[in-house]
């Protein structure tokens, strides 16, 4: 399924997959959206599936966040990987 990113101000809406195939498009929303917005939330409730590729970029967009001292939210029930992924970082 291809990639649908809606977006209300700072609150963005992820619909479909997140993958190596079309990463460009995510990159090509949150390309420098610090310097837009202080706070951005990410739903990804709508999410069907993320692969790696997916995954880090969404880590590359957190790390930014804490970088630039700017807050990332990332709300509702999707990827399970992302899920293990920042929970794993947590536990260590």
């Known amino acids: ?18 993958d190596r195939e079309n990463l460009h498009i995510f ?7 610090f310097d837009k ?3 951005v939330v990410i739903n990804i409730e709508e999410l069907d599936g993320i692969d790696l590729n997916g995954v880090k970029a969404i880590v590359k967009l957190h ?9 990332l939210a990332i709300v509702g029930y999707g990827a399970k990987d992302l899920y293990n992924h920042f929970h794993s970082n947590d536990a260590a």
């Open 37 to 39: 917005f202080d706070r």
């Open 27 to 33: 990159d090509d929303v949150f390309h420098n959206i």
């Open 63 to 71: 790390n930014e966040s804490l970088h630039r001292h700017k807050k």
């Open 1 to 18: 399924m291809a990639l649908e990113i809606l977006n209300d101000h700072y609150y963005y809406k992820i619909y479909g997959n997140l």
